[in-house]
């Protein structure tokens, strides 16, 4: 099956927004194996827009639009759609009552307008909006299928976790899942080496993907059964962590902080942090996570410090009895006007009521741009100390 | 003159990077007045691209691709291009001099691969790397112009900068200059009101942008001469100054964290912070900033506090105290996991030796969504107290 994506918006030709859709959808594709050989925008032009999905239709056998869904006489994907089809849109009872109730649960009449949002042509099936009042459509015609989506990446990705991935699943007469082993402290260079037999392999694929929390290595399976799949994607996991060892730090939708509430959480314990050369944002990541509600009890930024363990051993004592907190979690690492380019090194201590280790780090770059590494290994470090 | 973007690679429709350029390009062309109807990706493929680049050649007047000039054989910009001019590819002498330069430069011997990258066709101009190996491609034919650039962001926003932008600027026959100012505390809704006359004007050109430093004035001008365009920019920069007064903190490239340096700087001051709900984001925010280096004298996060002003104004001055500084900034916020949805309660306290001041804020939506805005009103409130 090859499919095609078209994302609409003049907005998006004027470089206002960055259009995230098209990665997602693309990654989404990828890994039920669907291939994707053309992306394109497209402004809310009736002409232009109808030209662009025109040849999508001709090449293509499923096209995934995203946006033009709204309200307005600008919104004219259901136009440029119909009228490629040859088909009228026209209101639908079902869908015009479920808008009305959007509007009145937040005590609002519906406008006018909104109206445009209750139409659907014959050939098109409505897609349920869990976050917003636009439907989409799912269009069937000719063998193929148009499948229309709103711009909003928080409705899309709702709305293809909810209606269209079941239905792309659905189709393939198979079950597919994925399972995503999270590491840090390794190099995507060093993680696809260590573990390059198994990406050649076609079930399960293992792809990995460079993220903010590390090389994350997704396992993506297919069989008849549920219980298929799931017992082909926990004999690859267990290879995948006899080789990473500690290295893998979390599955799936896991954070390091909601890892590190879990473990505190069982243990009864709660937590402080000292830091220097991260400013900061050790604490802003603990804190934003809402687990630290539960565990965290203050931190602490001073921009001066001794690079050394023994000094990140003393913070971390020190944060421990200023807060009154079980464990203390400290980074001192250099902050210096004149060494930006050694920003990078840094030393992490953990004190466990009295209980002490430290280990150190040395990313190359600048302060700003390794911050984020040095508060992941400090966090990782947190997390098998106390496992 | 009508322009089209092609980003090309494989990884795009795998959906494992976002596409960046294309959103960069797009705004460099709307800031220039430049129409942009299309923009597309495609794979690594040597017929899909040829296949998009000749509808591209048909419909539009210049076109930009990004990507595929790397030195691997995977890498099929240069080809794509040559056929579809019929024209044929030959080493350039001066081309293969640069870049073993570049890699003698590195201490090692060029590999053969490289050679590619110094390949031009006749009609093709080479453009300037300078951070990087691939030079780009001008070409002109038919009428009609190709640039070719690199995929890595940082690359090719340098030869936009420095080779592209003035070529383009030069064909216009004119000087066209930007001006930004940067707004904070109003909504996008508003601002639009406020300075809506301008809005329509098409000399100078005036766009709205939010961003995460508030919502961004772009100013664009147009004339024969540098004195005529920073003249239009200036009288009508004077306009929207009094129709925003303090609203405005700041212009172009200014940071808020970079104001209050030079501000504190200006004064000999330097600076302690204390803070609740924003859980360490206003240290990060200020460490994160070069000028830091010179002010900053710590910070303390404490996730338990009382919402008042009279506790913004006792933590400020406790701040202050505790790390020997002259100007103390607090943020007093609510930090309760039972009332996610009031996060963006916060009341904001400056105390510069003694003299206080205090404001407060209240952001609808949760904590990890706003903390961003209620520190930026906390630097803004300093920049105007500091002011």
Redesign the interface.
Known sequence: MKAEIITSGTE?????????N?????????ALGID????????D?LE?FTG?LKQAFERSDIIFITGGLGPTQGDITRNVIAGLMGEKLAVNEELKKEITAYFAGRGVDMPENNLRQATLIPSAEALHNVSGTAPGWWVEKSGKIIVSMPGPPGEMQDMWQKQVLPRLKARSGAVILSRTLKSWGLSEAKVDQLVSPFLSSSNPTLAL?ARQDGINLRITAKAATQEAVQKILRAREEEIRKILGENIWGVDEMTMEGEIGRLLGKKKLNLAVAESS???????????A?E???F????????VDEVSAAAALKRAAEAREKFRAHVGLAIAGD???KR?SAGGRAFIAVDINGATGSTDVNYPGRL?QV?RRIVNHALVFLINTLK
């Open positions: 998006l030709l004027l470089g206002e927004i960055t259009d995230v098209t990665p997602y959808i693309a990654a989404q594709l990828a994707l050989y053309y992306t394109s925008a497209v402004g032009n232009r662009v993907y991260t400013g900061g944002l050790l604490a802003y990541s603990l804190t934003g809402v630290s509600r539960g965290f009890r203050g931190g602490v930024v001073l921009p902050y210096d006007s930006q700003t911050a």
